[in-house]
Structure formats: structure tokens, C-alpha cells
């Protein structure tokens, strides 16, 4: 049962309560609460929050775009699996998207942006040095999030935005393993910072093009662990 807090934030903007079922659900399956391959039955859900099931299979189509659940024949919502091709087209695409980003955050590149991010990546140190897996984790996504409002493309930024649920997950998966070791993703963020404020975007994105490439293997690894844990 969903604790009486968290549904009482869900539906206090009934006019956008299709969004924040989809937000909550989302979570659930970021943190992998609710598993890959497990049915999401609008009845139940709406029975928990005591909502119709109308907004509740609103958020399962919202849910549907951004990669999180398939809407299968029969079965109805499935939490989306591992798949190593999805993976695969998943970080191509954000390598292309966060290169674009930086090549257009170039002329944005002052000092002043720098004021933006440096306490973020002090946060992200800080949370290393002391394997804070959650601290880093969200740090991460805070300093994505501060550069592409310096960047101010809002056309990228939703394109970015929207496969961020499926990064989310994977990462959260993955990086948990490697909380231990965390210094060794901080390093392509201090990297690229660097050469993002001395203007070198080939190295901005051979640093980038680095650390998608890590991310993927680690996914796929965690993909390719899924389907062995199914058998």
C-alpha cells in the first residue's frame, strides 16, 4: 500500500494526474522495485491510489514512450526487459545527443558556467571518496541537467529529457556495483569539464564518447546477467 504522504502528492493536481502516476511509477521501476518482465494491472494501481483507472492507464502510455513498459496483447503493461539492443541503440543515440550539447554549450563556455557546475562536481567528489552511491547517482543527473540549461535548447534538452528514465535505470542498476569505485566515472566528468572550458571539443567528445561506451558495456553486462537469472 502506497503510504498516505506519497499519494496525497500524487493527486493534489488532478489536471496533471495522469504525469505524476507515470513520475511515481517511473521511480518504482528506476530503482527497480518493480522488476523487468512484471505486470503493472491498472486495477491494482488504482485501487492504491484511489483513482479511476482511466489516468492510470494514461500513465502506463506515458510510461510506453519513454521505454519503461510495453503494452503487450493479452498481457497488458510489462515492465520493459534488458534488452542488449535496446541498450545498444539507447546509448548510441545519447552519444549523439550529448555531443550536440556540448558543441552548442561551446560558446556558453565562461566562467560564470563554471560557478554553475563546480559545486556539483565537488558534490560528486565528495560522494565518491565516501562510495555515496545515491549522493553521485543523483549528482550525475544534476550536472546534466544545470548544463543544458546553460545550453538553453529546448528541443534537446526534451529529446535528452525523455530517454532519461531508460539512462536512469540502467544506471542506477550499474553504477550501484560500482560504488566502490566511483572515482573511475568522476574522472570523464572532471575530463570533460576541462576541456569543455578550454574549448578542445574533440577531446570533450572523446571523453564523452568514453564514458558512453563504459556505460553501455556495463549495461550490457547487466543484460546479458538478466537473462541468465531468467533460466
Not at 52 to 71: C, D, G, T, Y
Request: glycine share 6%; hydrophobic share 40%; proline share 3%.
Amino acid at each position: 500500500m502506497i503510504e498516505k504522504q506519497k499519494s496525497s502528492n500524487i493527486l493534489t493536481n488532478t489536471a496533471q494526474l495522469p504525469e505524476r502516476i507515470a513520475q511515481y511509477l517511473a521511480e518504482k521501476i528506476i530503482h527497480l522495485e518493480i522488476k523487468p518482465g512484471e505486470r503493472i494491472f491498472e486495477s491494482k494501481i488504482a485501487n492504491e491510489l484511489g483513482v479511476s483507472r482511466s489516468p492510470v492507464r494514461e500513465a502506463l502510455h506515458i510510461l510506453n514512450k519513454q521505454f519503461l513498459v510495453e503494452l503487450l496483447p493479452r498481457r497488458g503493461a510489462v515492465v520493459s526487459g534488458f534488452s542488449i539492443k535496446f541498450i545498444e541503440d539507447l546509448y548510441d543515440v545519447l552519444k549523439a545527443l550529448y555531443v550536440l550539447l556540448a558543441e552548442k554549450g561551446l560558446k556558453h563556455a565562461t566562467e560564470g558556467n563554471l560557478t554553475q557546475v563546480s559545486p556539483i562536481l565537488q558534490s560528486m567528489e565528495e560522494c565518491a571518496d565516501k562510495s555515496d552511491f545515491e549522493g553521485y547517482y543523483n549528482g550525475m543527473f544534476e550536472f546534466t541537467s544545470t548544463c543544458m540549461k546553460i545550453v538553453d535548447n529546448p528541443i534537446l534538452e526534451r529529446l535528452i529529457l525523455n530517454l532519461w528514465p531508460s539512462k536512469r535505470r540502467m544506471e542506477f542498476a550499474t553504477l550501484y556495483r560500482r560504488k566502490d569505485s566511483l572515482r573511475g566515472n568522476l574522472n570523464f566528468f572532471l575530463k570533460g569539464t576541462t576541456a569543455y572550458m578550454e574549448g578542445q571539443l574533440d577531446l570533450v567528445e572523446k571523453y564523452l564518447g568514453d564514458y558512453i561506451e563504459q556505460e553501455k558495456e556495463n549495461a550490457i553486462l547487466l543484460a546479458k546477467e538478466f537473462e541468465l537469472n531468467k533460466y
